[in-house]
C-alpha cells in the first residue's frame, strides 16, 4: 500500500452522492426483514461515530495535524453513509424512529465509558498511543468494507447494491488512511508494536459492538458471515492487519466474529428472519 496523499483525500472528500440515484426503483424492488434490520445496524453505528471520534482526539493523538485534519473528514463521511442508508430504509418501507440516535447513544454497553478512560489515560501518557488508534481504525474500516460488500452481493435492490458500492469507496479509503498511519508508527518500535499488541487483544470487538441493540450484532454475524464466502472475508480482513510491522499474529476478526456466531447460534430461534431472507 502507497503512501496515503492527504491533501488529495481533503480535496475529494464529501458526502456520499445520492441524487442520481433510482429511489423510486428502490422502493419498487424492497428490501427483506433480514436486510432491513442490518441496515439499521449499520446505520446506527455510522451516524454514532462522533461518539468515537471524541475518544480518538485525545492524548497526543488531537496534536497531530494530518490526523487531526483526516479525522474532520471522517466523521462528516461516516455521518452521511447513515444518513443515506436511512434513506434508503425510508423509501423501501423501514423508516427510522424519530429518537433512534437519543436511543442508541443511551443503550451504548457499559464497555464503552470504561475503555474510553482508560485509553485517554494511556494516549495521555505516550505518544505511541496513536499507533494504536491507528491500527484499531485500520481494523473497524476493513470490517466495516467486508460487511458491505457481503451484504450487497446478497441483495437484490439495484439501489442499495449501488449506495453499498459508494459507501465501501469511502470505507476502502478511510482503511488506507488508518493503515498507513499505522504502519508508519510501528515501524521498527518495538515498545510501540507491543502495546498495540496487547490493547488489541485486550480489548478490540468487531465495530459496532457497543452501538447497536438487543441481539444485533449476532444476527449480522450469523448472516454475513457464517458461510465460506464470509469466512474468507474474515481472513483477508486478518491478512491486511497482519501486513502492519508487530501485528503478523493478528486473527481477532475471525476468532471473535465466529465466537460472537456461536453464541448466536445456541440462542433460541426467531422465525422470520432465516438465512433464507438474504438470497
Known amino acids: 500500500m502507497g503512501d496515503f496523499d492527504i491533501e488529495r483525500f481533503l480535496a475529494l472528500s464529501g458526502a456520499v452522492e445520492l441524487d442520481d440515484l433510482d429511489w423510486q426503483g428502490a422502493a419498487e424492488a424492497g428490501i427483506t426483514d433480514a ?16 461518539l468515537y471520534l471524541r475518544d480518538l482526539l485525545a492524548g497526543h493523538t488531537c496534536q497531530d495535524a494530518e490526523v487531526t485534519a483526516f479525522l474532520s473528514v471522517w466523521v462528516y463521511e461516516e455521518l452521511w453513509h447513515g444518513r443515506a442508508i436511512d434513506r434508503l430504509l425510508a423509501a423501501t418501507g423501514h423508516p427510522p424512529a424519530q429518537d433512534t440516535f437519543a436511543s ?32 484499531w481504525g485500520a481494523i473497524n474500516e476493513l470490517t466495516a468494507a467486508a460487511a458491505y460488500k457481503l451484504l450487497q452481493d446478497r441483495s437484490h435492490n439495484p439501489t ?38 496487547a490493547v488489541l487483544r485486550a480489548a478490540w470487538t468487531p465495530v459496532g459492538s457497543g452501538v447497536g441493540q438487543g441481539d444485533s450484532m449476532g444476527f449480522i454475524a450469523q448472516h454475513l458471515f457464517s458461510d465460506a464466502t464470509g469466512q474468507a472475508a474474515l481472513e483477508d480482513i486478518d491478512a491486511g492487519i497482519r501486513r ?17 456466531i456461536a453464541a448466536g447460534a445456541q440462542a433460541p430461534h426467531r422465525p422470520g428472519l432465516t438465512g433464507a431472507t438474504l438470497a
Request: proline fraction near 3%; glycine fraction near 2%.
Open 244 to 260: 502492519l510491522p508487530g501485528l503478523e499474529w493478528f486473527d481477532l476478526c475471525t476468532v471473535r466474529v465466529n465466537k460472537i
Open 160 to 197: 442499495l447494491k449501488a449506495l453499498l458500492t459508494r459507501i465501501r469507496k469511502q470505507e476502502r479509503k478511510h482503511y488506507a488512511f488508518y493503515w498507513q498511519q499505522a504502519h508508519t508508527r510501528l515501524h521498527n518500535d518495538k515498545w510501540a508494536q507491543r502495546l498495540c499488541s
Open 35 to 50: 436486510e432491513a434490520k442490518i441496515l439499521r445496524y449499520m446505520a446506527d453505528t455510522e451516524t454514532h461515530t462522533i
Open 104 to 135: 442508541v447513544a443511551r443503550s451504548v454497553s457499559w464497555r464503552e465509558p470504561l475503555e474510553a478512560m482508560g485509553s485517554h489515560l494511556i494516549a495521555s501518557l505516550t505518544p505511541k498511543f496513536v499507533a494504536v488508534h491507528m491500527a
